[in-house]
């Protein structure tokens, strides 16, 4: 295979694919839909979830396992939310294989062993959840009840890509129970909140916090909230979500509780999830023609030593100054590797950590040995620089912090340049066709409009921004009076 | 439901089950054989996985992600591991549900979602992951591959059991691929160290290392490595095991490997793994008739502060004093529990933690504040002392490596009682009859053997021990020669 990758304007999705493979992300596997998380992607998410784990459990959260199968009657309980997921998945039948008796070494199912009911592997929890929900709680003294599960999911889509759109993916599910309309809603925002703050503190990628018109809405809820980006390619990646159920899930589950004033009422409910499609999107907001850029908050390796040596000797005489900085690094808390391997020459090593998207690459050689320098490349920008040893611990922790603004800056600057505000129907169709991005754009807030906007430009309302200033306005497409603009693009 | 307990005299069977539920460890849920863990269940797996992993690294390996699912095809490649799980496998047979047209509200599977091919829920991954690494390796640059993935598993046990035997469980397992034999045989027993030193250190619980005899084997390994621990009812334990499984998977999927000398060689394997089964050892190694008890490198809450007053004024008092302490604690790293609820009486409270095992229980009052004391108890002893409140941080933190000792310790003694060496097969049946435990005898080395032993005693070989001295001596069945003494007992 070839360690060249396509460039991103000759074909941005045929670049995503290679770079997901040559950067050892992930791989399509035997399954039809799911991947293969290889070590180093698997890094990426680890880092992820320890970052959002502490901030589920910084916000009163704590952690659960529920099963993975729902059976088919507590599934359809929820009316609409069997309705949204129904047509895509996986579903269990029987719970045994025999030996097929026409064909030697082959097994089939056995007939006789199938399931009185069949049990749907979860596309999502609440109905395992809330049933299981309706036995823990009967007082307000039980309430809130902020329980999160790191889980995989199967949804059998038809189109699949890796990280963005698997059958079978990994996330993070909370499910919360609260005694009053208003605290549900408030709990919702809370994980919009933290979502969005890991977005930008931790993957340096920028988001639109909104709302879900009508017909994006998650099924059984009555509100989703979401946080929207924007990739390179133009188009939007809906990048989490936390949903006010409403009390939609305690009365299909019968979920009541006492009040305080010895009422029994119907609980409310969220949910929010955020899964590694996060991943997609971190490759999508930063990497470029050279392969993967990493922010160093997530970076598996943040900093790569490479020795530029001829011989055994030289080696040594490296080895022990860089060992010096590997101890000073690792002190800060910066994870170094020193890539000491003689299997590999400087320029190979070099291309493949630029394609992994190490952020800072440290070079030492027989002549730096002779001045007391390094040379440091940082992976964002492809600058290089010669720095006296004895600065290598703070220059470089100090670089770190710079590429991780650096590239949150940038991902800013591309959103701005990439978002149109537009007032006719034929000002939107040519953003959306010569550069797409975002779109702002007033909208008469009628699903029917939604959905001949789509038909025509396939740009679909990504959200309701949080900060929608009220302005009055006519919608692009039908000219009907509306109050604020709504954001569209086109999305993955 | 009572908070009493069952006695573990009077039903060791019912006192598990009960304190399961009333220590909020885990229950059963909608789905036949499936368990939800609940919060503080999951604390405890969470600590055991942060440990484990920190050891898994530490020995070279990293974390990936394979499929859920197995096509039928890479299930049957291997086929002693397929006849192993083929009789307890949960099978998907279709990709959606539709409206059933005979009952209104009511979803059915949808005939023409039928798969092509079968997809297995994984009972445990060689087959998926052999045939990914197929792809993986090609020189023996790329070995070795030490790679570990935390999952759920599905095997349908028909007789089930929270913790100890599950449709469902989560666990670890470790795939590692060799150039060589010696290289593979000595990985797998790296990881059956490791999981005694885990067992040991943290767990408190002794274990016996072994290996397992041909009936017990692993479904397609060479030779299976066990640890074996001795619950309080005398029944073993298999609480972790590690496979080399030879080159039974790389035939079974053709992977193979150019060594140095250019010769095109099947790869050696290991596989390795322990579950939410550790959890169910843990409980039963160390609790009692009052509830759980925890070693304290294993609670999610070490110490429990409970503060026991009349009126705002006092607990304000009493918070004062207390907040030195946590802020004390958190600075050793001990986790601390401040319950200041006002809705429980101390009594309550008391008895709660007691049920929950936390490993060491603050109490401070108004006579306290005047003498400058707390009361310290230990949930191990119960022994209740009190002592200065300068002293509480050293005292506390001495006390917490003196409870994970002595818990360890008492387990030591009580296998050394419960271990029985014996040579005829009459003093045999008695022993295993009396008191259970581990009985070390003589074997004559064959299966009739170990399946007539089994049938009259229910015990089984729980392993041959790898310290094993080398003894003549002659089975205690069949009076055949034997040169070395097994473990038998009734399991788990």
Redesign the interface.
Known sequence: MSKHLTKREDDYSKWYNELVVKADLA?N???RG??????YG??I??KMQAELDRMFKETGH???????????S???AE?KN?EGF?????????????NDPDKP???R?DPEAKLEE????RPTSEA?IW??YK?WIQSY?DLPLL?NQW??V?R?EMRTRLFLRTA?F?WQEGHTAHATKAEAISEAKQMQEVYATFAEQFMAMPVIKGSKSDSERFAGAEDTLTIEALMQDGKALQAGTSHFLGQNFAKAFDVKFTSKEGKQEHVWATSWGVSTRLIGGLIMTHSDDNGLVLPPKLAPIQVVIVPIYKGEEQLEAISEKVNVFVKELRAKGISVKFDNRD?FRPGAKFAEYELKGVPVRIAIGKRDLENGTVEVARRDTLEKQTINQVDVSDFVSNLLEEIQENLFTKAVDFRTANTTSVDTFDEFKEAIKNKGGFVSAHWDGTEETEDKIKEITKATIRCIPNDAKEENGVCVFSGKPSSKRVLFAKAY
Chains 1, 2 share one sequence.
């Open positions: 791989e596997s035997a399954v799911c991947m293969v998380i290889k070590p698997f890094a998410w680890e704590e952690n659960a396992y529920f099963p993975l199968f729902v059976p088919k507590l599934f359809e009316e069997a129904a047509k895509e998945c996986a579903v269990v039948t029987h719970y045994r294989l025999q070494g082959k097994l199912v069949e049990l749907v592997v395992i049933n299981t036995g003294r329980i889980a995989n199967v059998w079978e990994l299997t």
